[in-house]
């Protein structure tokens, strides 16, 4: 039978546009698909070419962040993420309590709690048979569980979520009775009364959990995994003039997001470029425009673009220099490209140490990144044929993991296996 299927996402364009394949594979296979999420990402979901659910009101999480200096990303131990590449025996319960203490109050329950009541009232009207959920959109959990419907996480990067929390239920269960805070399962818990249920550890990992990290990268927690092939969705693309014709010499990408550049200012970048300026390469920078602004010169081996396709850029590229975002490191890995990681936080650290471990690229701690050092990483990643060979290795794991269209019978069987709401639709 076709399904009714909801993917719900908080408000950030980067979780959302991961989803868009699955989405439109479901689509194919003739199931209703639609998208909820806060009204700021109406015409993003629109214009990709799905039905987009408006619910709730706008979070303001970045306003908050910036005015209160919650989070600050040059801070790589921050609890409850910040060891996630530690040893589990090294990572305290005080840590990881002290980590929900930050992250349950001004993050998840600031993105989540201004669409929470008006997605649960949607999905009451609307019944999907599944909901697919980005990791940190526990709406979407509380309102399947409100409906009865199959419901699971969509990762975006490693599932240090999953790992950490799976470490704290094993130190919350050493502790004596009276020191077992769960911040997360109390805020859940409460909402989840709210609209008639109760809290279980499906509301943190979902029934299951779809991840797009190769086996070989990933950080796998105790759950049901579903592997599904990265496919690069940038939203709107367009090929330019430029990348149309073969590159003349060695082409590096260098793409840094939104952080880096902000929190570290011109400075650093100019130092990068300047120390790379003699270096017989084409550097394709994809960095916006007020970015470029802010340095004193622009070597003559670098190309401003604003913004490019990486899934047409890096398969003409000998190497990416990259902040370690999911997105960028799952292109480059799919493509084969050697990487040199620049990592600040989260999951960025754990992909970053994972693929040089493979011998798929080097890594800088973004705070010592350094114009000689880059220079000197960049120079081994373009000299020694092994970075090569083993990014592609990755990229032919990532090729043999199921694509959207073959996961969809998958997502069809655990939907249908909810007879209780299937028939309630009925």
């Given at each position: ?77 921050i609890p409850?993420?910040g ?45 999907p ?131 880096a ?68 490191v ?31 690229g ?49 997502l ?15």
């Open positions: 039978m076709a399904l009714r299927v909801l993917i719900a996402t908080v408000a950030e364009k980067p979780h959302f546009l991961g989803m868009v394949p699955l989405a439109w594979a479901l689509r194919a296979a003739g199931h209703e698909v639609q998208v909820a999420s806060q009204p700021m990402l109406t015409e993003v979901v629109a214009g990709a070419g799905l039905t987009s659910v408006p619910v709730g009101r706008d979070h303001d999480f970045w306003r908050v962040v910036r005015r209160y200096s919650l989070f600050d990303v040059l801070e790589r131990d409850p993420f060891r996630a590449t530690a040893p589990l025996d090294t990572i305290s319960w005080d840590y990881l309590k002290e980590g929900y203490r930050r992250v349950v109050p001004w993050w998840w329950r600031v993105v989540n709690e201004p669409m929470t009541a008006d997605l649960v009232a949607y999905c009451r009207a609307w019944r048979d599944l909901v697919i959920w980005g990791p940190v959109t526990y709406a979407g959990a509380i309102a399947a569980q409100a409906v009865g419907a199959a419901h699971g996480r969509f990762l975006w990067g490693a599932d240090i979520f999953g790992r950490m929390r799976a470490h704290f239920l094993r130190l919350m269960a050493e502790r004596p009775p009276g020191d077992r805070e769960d911040l997360l399962g109390a805020w859940l818990g409460a909402h989840a009364a709210r609209h008639g249920g109760a809290f279980s550890e499906e509301l943190t990992r979902g029934q299951f959990t779809i991840d797009v990290i190769p086996p070989s990268l990933g950080v796998h927690a105790e759950a049901v995994r579903l592997p599904l092939r990265f496919l690069p969705y940038n939203d709107r693309a367009v090929v330019p003039e430029w990348l149309r014709t073969p590159a003349s010499r060695p082409r590096v990408c260098l793409s840094l997001g939104i952080s550049p902000e929190r570290h200012g011109g400075g650093q970048l100019q130092d990068m470029l300047d120390a790379c300026a003699d270096l017989d390469v084409e550097i394709v920078a994809t960095l916006p425009p007020e970015q470029r602004h802010r340095l004193r010169r622009v070597p003559d081996n670098t190309r401003f673009v604003g913004f490019a396709p990486l899934h047409a850029l890096l398969p003409t590229c000998s190497a990416i220099i990259n902040h370690g975002g999911w997105g960028t799952c292109t480059a890995l799919l493509y084969g490209v050697p990487q040199l990681i620049l990592p600040n936080w989260f999951d960025q650290p754990l992909l970053a140490a994972r693929i040089a471990e493979r011998g798929a080097l890594s800088i701690p973004i705070a010592e990144a350094t114009g000689a050092r880059v220079r000197g990483h960049l120079l081994r990643l373009l000299e020694e044929p092994g970075f090569r060979t083993a990014s592609r290795a990755l990229g032919r794991d990532m090729r043999s993991l199921p694509t959207p269209n073959a996961l969809v019978p998958r069809e069987r655990l939907a249908e296996a909810r007879p209780a709401h299937a028939q309630s639709r009925a």
